[in-house]
């Protein structure tokens, strides 16, 4: 099986990065075994609802308590969760769901829909949840995390179009957190155990970067004189995505 995944993962990249020509396009030439920071990337990271969500909730068995019509043919706007982190349900009134994942949502509105229903089988889905592909890519933007059940660095490129071929693939960085609190790992394409070390699963809000092939990479904190990392402090100042950071 691992064989299997490797293979497809590595027939993928190909296919995502082919047409390159040069040592600085190609892939996986380097062997090296070095180690990378993916701390902040690994262990517990299940999202955790946010004032402004937009939640999906659909009860199967009672449809009118759904945020979609009773027979779920319209477009689902969801319910969006208070200044002060609760949502307003028909029956139980207000809900606090601010710091809870979508399954401990779902758990919670059981618990307390119990009391008037029997058996009130639901799911939770959180609508407005995005990650940022910018840089180098050829169709830089958001995507709807939606459509995917995952997602990782490398498929959020194929996604946006794959790379440029002004592409540093020695320097792609994904970024997690706020402007005051976040964390970088950097995956190395031309370095298969890069890839297979850092290619994580995307949570909502991370961004990832892909450098230009004549910008230096340093190895500094986004306040300092990091190149390759200048584009965030644009971001904060002028682009304002308020779904960034919030």
């Not at 298969?192 to 190895?219: E, G, Q, R, T, W």
Request: glycine share 4%.
């Amino acid at each position: 099986m691992k064989t299997i995944q490797f293979l497809t993962l590595f027939a993928v990249l190909v296919t995502l990065f082919s047409g390159c020509s040069g040592k600085k396009h190609e892939l996986f030439y380097k062997n090296t075994q070095r180690i990378y920071d993916t701390q902040a990337f690994t262990g517990n990271n299940q999202y955790r609802i946010r004032t402004h969500d937009r939640l999906s909730i659909i009860f199967f068995e009672y449809p009118e308590l759904s945020t979609k019509s009773k027979d779920l043919s319209e477009t689902d706007v969801g319910i969006e969760v208070q200044s002060d982190g609760t949502i307003m349900m028909p029956l139980i009134g207000k809900v606090m769901v601010r710091n809870l994942t979508k399954e401990m949502v779902v758990d919670k509105l059981y618990r307390k829909y119990s009391s008037y229903l029997e058996k009130p089988a639901l799911r939770v889905e959180i609508l407005n949840q995005k990650i940022y592909v910018l840089g180098e890519v050829k169709n830089p933007g958001a995507i709807e995390l939606m459509k995917y059940r995952t997602i990782t660095p490398l498929k959020a490129i194929a996604v946006r179009g794959g790379l440029k071929d002004t592409a540093q693939r020695e320097v792609i960085k994904v970024v997690r957190g706020t402007k005051d609190n976040y964390r970088i790992i950097h995956i190395d394409l031309t370095d298969m155990y890069s890839v297979n070390v850092n290619n994580v699963h995307l949570l909502p809000d991370d961004i990832v970067y892909v450098a230009h092939n004549n910008v230096k990479d340093f190895n500094l904190p986004l306040s300092g004189a990091d190149a390759s990392l200048s584009w965030i402090n644009t971001l904060f100042s002028t682009l304002m995505l308020y779904q960034v950071f919030k």
